[in-house]
């Protein structure tokens, strides 16, 4: 359920910016228009409000990224669908998104060894100690999503990539090979932006606003299991969990 701002965004003293007014209009078009419709030419729309184009240009561009707008060169400006919302929970990136309708899929980036690291203590290892480095790109419907960062000691996990080629659930191939239970995890949110190589492998541009999210997740002894960066499009996904007293 997405609710708007109090009072639409407009401040106490009543004076917003002339584009903040055509980004407003602009919504009720494309509440109209509908998921998928084309967005009417700039020089219209300009012409429509009364505006200039470099103003009407500042209230899509805005509403690209928030998402509710998808350019495509050559082609012209879309309504967005929806962004996809995703439960804060221990599960399979694959699962959650096949309950909301979407065809997961992931394209693998980069296998490596690498010295733990910082991540030593975070993963009980010394700073020497070797953890597998799985970089993948997460995929909605063959669109990119995220940039996943995946890192397990090699110790614990001998042989990890026998017979797994990265693409499917890294959570259920940990399960069946390892007889793991994710029991807990720790997880922090925070606002970024991509760099540029991650822009490029989002196929989206650095000033995108992204959310990053860094978890540990352990077993039921409390022994961490992973340590996990991903990185996703600000403008696709957003998260929900269910909070109690």
Same mark, same amino acid.
């Given at each position: 359920?997405?609710?708007?701002?109090?009072?639409?965004?407009?401040p106490?003293?009543? %004076?917003v910016p $002339?584009?903040?007014?055509? $980004?407003s209009q602009?919504?009720?078009?494309?509440?109209?228009?509908g998921?998928?419709?084309?967005?009417?030419?700039?020089?219209d729309? &300009?012409?429509?409000?009364?505006?200039?184009?470099?103003?009407?240009?500042?209230?899509? +561009?805005?509403?690209?990224?928030?998402?509710?707008?998808? @350019?495509y %060169?050559g082609?012209?400006?879309?309504?967005?669908?929806? $962004? !996809?919302?995703?439960?804060?929970?221990?599960?399979?990136?694959?699962e @959650?998104?096949?309950e909301m309708?979407?065809?997961?899929?992931r394209r693998v980036? =980069?296998?490596?060894t690498?010295?733990?690291?910082?991540?030593?203590?975070?993963?009980?290892?010394?700073p020497?100690?070797?953890?597998l480095?799985?970089? *993948?790109?997460l995929? &909605?419907?063959?669109?990119p999503?995220?940039?996943e960062s =995946?890192? !397990?000691?090699?110790?614990?996990?001998?042989?990890?990539?026998?017979?797994y080629?990265?693409t499917g659930?890294?959570y259920?191939?940990?399960?069946d090979?390892?007889?793991l =239970?994710?029991?807990?995890?720790v997880?922090?949110?925070?606002?970024?932006l991509? +760099?540029?190589?991650e822009?490029?492998?989002l196929?989206?541009n650095?000033?995108q606003?992204?959310?990053l999210?860094q978890?540990v997740?352990?077993?039921?002894?409390?022994r961490?299991?992973e340590?996990?960066?991903?990185?996703? *499009?600000g403008?696709?996904i957003?998260?929900? =969990?269910?909070l109690r007293?």
């Amino acid at each position: 359920m997405t609710v708007e701002a109090v009072r639409g965004g407009v401040p106490e003293h009543g %004076r917003v910016p $002339k584009y903040y007014v055509v $980004k407003s209009q602009l919504l009720n078009l494309l509440a109209e228009l509908g998921e998928g419709a084309l967005l009417p030419a700039e020089r219209d729309l &300009a012409a429509a409000y009364g505006v200039a184009r470099s103003t009407l240009r500042q209230a899509i +561009s805005e509403l690209t990224m928030e998402g509710r707008l998808r @350019a495509y %060169r050559g082609r012209g400006t879309f309504v967005a669908p929806p $962004k !996809l919302v995703q439960p804060l929970a221990l599960r399979s990136y694959t699962e @959650a998104l096949r309950e909301m309708g979407r065809n997961p899929s992931r394209r693998v980036v =980069t296998v490596e060894t690498v010295p733990a690291a910082a991540l030593g203590p975070e993963l009980g290892l010394s700073p020497t100690d070797e953890v597998l480095h799985l970089e *993948r790109v997460l995929l &909605a419907d063959d669109e990119p999503l995220g940039l996943e960062s =995946t890192y !397990l000691p090699v110790a614990r996990f001998p042989g990890l990539m026998d017979g797994y080629d990265g693409t499917g659930s890294l959570y259920q191939h940990m399960m069946d090979r390892y007889a793991l =239970t994710y029991a807990s995890a720790v997880e922090r949110i925070e606002t970024v932006l991509a +760099s540029p190589r991650e822009a490029m492998l989002l196929d989206t541009n650095p000033a995108q606003p992204m959310l990053l999210m860094q978890r540990v997740s352990s077993d039921a002894s409390g022994r961490p299991i992973e340590r996990v960066r991903s990185l996703y *499009r600000g403008d696709r996904i957003g998260f929900e =969990t269910h909070l109690r007293a």
